[in-house]
């Protein structure tokens, strides 16, 4: 039998629908309703037209962006294996097409509806028992978590904001992490995220639970209004599936930014992309791939900017001889202090005194996480060997970039 139609969402209005062809087995098609208006577009890169957009061996890069995956995929996957026995990607996005992240939701009937399950986030926090907290929450909210990442991790709604607001979607980001494989994750994102705020650059707020398992982020695309705006990662703007993720290069990320990013907000995005890649560099984050850059927006038609940082951690405490995701001047190496610079200013066409200043406030924003690195590995003996190690590779990093630490105190880095 013929599986059912997705109808696409924009901001609760139906702008469109995706299904499989009828002439090619592997092929999925989108149209846009005869109606639909200019700024219901689904993606920067998909004006409203008459014609259908089409993709083959899976979605096109928008509508795949959120797609599940790692053990997320696998818990759903399993979930409804009777259910839906040929399971493919459009079967995925069937699942957790009601709760997004961005502006789009999916869903087989004509109407949208968006329930996720209120959750008390001070219970999250201060969680001691002695249960799997987050396989509680994978269980209860894995089918409302439209998100990518091969890090666990699930969509709630705090049920604080009820009293502000109308909506029924997801507020928060939790992350867990396998600490046989990756020790301390959440917080050696935690503290990157602090110093790369302190920085300047801006980041979604983060919370680090009180048995230091799980992180919790504030979704930065969630409106005042409740509603939310578009994003749309860096595969998405480069027509990349996501298995595309590590191809490509830093300086091709900015030139898309000059290609979508509003040209109000254009010297803004550069700048606060020249300081993310350049924190990354210094805390050796060799993950910082193309979906972990994005651009946000209301509508397609209105002002594009930058997204904050998300995703900041340092990988080489886990892989030692771990290398960027993307090639910075043709190299995956983490790059020297000149190498640094002349990315900079290709990226920012500032004067080599503004490039410095970057540099100071990524010195600064390094030092506040080796400080809160210190902090955290003496308040818990168990994390000691870890926070020492992330110690000596921010310090590397800046020596690397000839640049040395600054005395700061951990609450410089607090939110």
Do not use: W
């Amino acid at each position: 039998m013929r599986k059912s139609a997705l109808n696409v969402f924009t901001d609760s209005e139906r702008a469109g629908r995706l299904d499989r062809s009828e002439r090619e087995e592997d092929t999925i098609l989108f149209t846009y309703r005869e109606d639909c208006p200019r700024d219901a577009a689904v993606s920067v890169t998909m004006p409203v037209r008459p014609d259908q957009y089409d993709a083959m061996a899976g979605l096109l890069p928008i509508f795949e962006m959120n797609l599940p995956e790692g053990g997320l995929k696998d818990r759903l996957r399993n979930q409804f294996a009777k259910a839906i026995p040929e399971f493919d990607d459009l079967d995925l996005l069937s699942i957790v097409g009601a709760s997004q992240i961005g502006r789009l939701r999916y869903s087989q009937q004509e109407k949208l509806r968006e329930d996720v399950p209120a959750q008390n986030l001070d219970e999250i926090l201060r969680y001691h028992g002695t249960a799997d907290l987050f396989a509680h929450l994978l269980d209860r909210f894995a089918m409302y978590s439209g998100i990518s990442g091969i890090q666990p991790k699930v969509l709630i709604r705090d049920e604080r904001p009820l009293e502000k607001l109308s909506h029924r979607g997801a507020t928060h980001i939790v992350k867990a992490f396998n600490p046989g494989e990756y020790p301390e994750l959440a917080a050696n994102e935690f503290i990157c995220t602090r110093g790369a705020a302190a920085a300047g650059i801006a980041t979604s707020r983060v919370q680090l639970s009180e048995n230091r398992k799980l992180l919790v982020a504030e979704r930065f695309d969630l409106k005042p209004d409740g509603s939310y705006l578009g994003i749309e990662d860096f595969c998405v703007l480069d027509a990349r599936r996501a298995h595309g993720r590590y191809d490509g290069s830093y300086e091709n990320i900015a030139r898309r930014i000059s290609d979508f990013v509003s040209a109000n907000a254009l010297a803004e995005a550069r700048e606060q992309y020249a300081l993310m890649v350049a924190f990354a560099c210094a805390i050796e984050n060799g993950d910082a791939h193309l979906k972990n850059f994005a651009v946000t927006y209301e509508t397609p038609e209105r002002e594009v900017r930058l997204a904050p940082a998300y995703d900041i951690v340092s990988t080489t405490p886990y892989i030692p001889r771990d290398t960027l995701a993307l090639t910075l001047n043709d190299s995956k190496a983490f790059p020297r202090r000149d190498q640094l610079i002349k990315f900079i200013r290709f990226v920012t066409s500032k004067s080599n005194r503004a490039v410095l200043d970057l540099l100071d406030r990524v010195a600064y924003g390094v030092s506040v996480s080796i400080a809160q690195a210190a902090d955290y590995g003496s308040r818990y003996a168990d994390a000691r060997n870890f926070a020492d190690r992330l110690i000596e590779i921010m310090t590397r990093g800046l020596a690397r970039l000839g640049l040395q630490p600054i005395p700061v105190h951990a609450s410089e880095g607090a939110r």
